[in-house]
């Protein structure tokens, strides 16, 4: 990619704040843990070598209205078990990064996180549908700080990342449903915005011209809680590792429009704790994404990106997308 492009170079926030990373509640409520927005804005945008600051803004929108276990779609759930109905989350995430020089970048990351959640109970095939239970938060998710360094190779294409998920997200108790039979009860500590732990953050990254008009690249990051705040027994919960790997390329055969493909792969563990819900929070999914960036001015550039899921291996039963939506801005000065 052309070293004297410049693009920022951050980690992108929807997969560790705003992926939904799933108190004992009497009807539980759990998000799909192994889904959500996977694409890597970095390679969106194309990485850079020049110093400067950058704002970006990204908005994803992900609808879980699917049903789903291992690799296909259920219709149901067994008795016992309980029946979510639709969970749509929303996330405008602000970036603020600065690169000193050619070889350092210092990232910041706060998401905003909307969510409609919204479930039948636990499943009685002997009983009628119950009315549903509706929750709906807004507010700050988890921030993160991401320090890269690509001085490795005089061509500054090679990057290693290193950074922290901080708990400035609401999360436990925090958001409560507000209708149905569920109303004043809290929602699962996988569902509040933020998940109440510290996380470790590493990643690398390489991107390589392989012809004159097109672009490849390959980055990948693993996120770990290494301290959460729900910690007491009985009382505990801490979110899965996840992994992440993107690879595609890019058209630069015109600058002001660039087309783009991504592969998105996510390897999620299981949460674990009294507060989580082990048996449905893991899985692997794999997305194609295909996108678009446009060069509004000099200084100004835009991405719009589709992901549109070609597997996934869910443990239990969870919701999933039948695809993702992502728009994102960035203005250098």
Not at 172 to 179: E, M, P, R
Not at 284 to 304: D, E, K, R
């Amino acid at each position: 990619m052309n070293p004297v492009r410049r693009w920022p170079v951050h980690v992108i926030v929807s997969l560790s704040a705003a992926l939904p990373l799933f108190a004992a509640l009497p009807e539980r409520a759990s998000a799909c843990a192994s889904c959500g927005c996977t694409l890597s804005a970095d390679a969106a945008m194309g990485y850079s070598a020049l110093p400067g600051w950058r704002l970006s803004v990204e908005y994803d929108y992900i609808n879980q209205d699917q049903l789903r276990s291992g690799t296909h779609a259920v219709s149901g759930v067994p008795d016992g078990t309980e029946l979510e109905h639709q969970t749509i989350n929303q996330y405008v995430s602000a970036g603020l990064s600065y690169s000193p020089n050619s070889s350092w970048n210092v990232t910041l990351l706060v998401p905003y996180v909307i969510r409609n959640h919204s479930t039948y109970g636990t499943f009685d095939s002997t009983q009628p549908l119950p009315e549903l239970s509706r929750s709906f938060s807004s507010s700050v998710g988890d921030t993160k700080l991401i320090v890269s360094y690509q001085g490795w190779l005089p061509t500054n294409n090679l990057g290693l990342q290193l950074g922290v998920k901080l708990p400035t997200g609401q999360y436990g108790t925090a958001v409560d449903f507000y209708s149905g039979p569920n109303a004043g009860q809290p929602l699962d500590a996988s569902l509040q915005p933020g998940t109440g732990s510290t996380d470790l953050i590493v990643g690398a990254y390489y991107y390589q011209a392989i012809s004159q008009n097109f672009d490849a690249f390959i980055n990948g990051q693993f996120q770990a809680a290494v301290k959460h705040r729900m910690d007491q027994p009985g009382n505990d919960y801490r979110p899965g590792n996840s992994t992440t790997v993107s690879f595609g390329l890019r058209d630069e055969g015109n600058p002001r429009w660039v087309p783009q493909l991504q592969v998105n792969l996510l390897h999620k563990e299981p949460d674990t704790g009294a507060l989580a819900d082990v048996q449905n929070t893991a899985g692997n999914v794999a997305y194609v994404s295909p996108g678009l960036t446009a060069q509004l001015s000099p200084s100004l550039h835009l991405f719009a990106f589709v992901q549109l899921p070609v597997y996934s291996n869910l443990y239990g039963i969870q919701l999933f997308p039948r695809w993702t939506g992502s728009l994102g801005v960035t203005y250098a000065f």
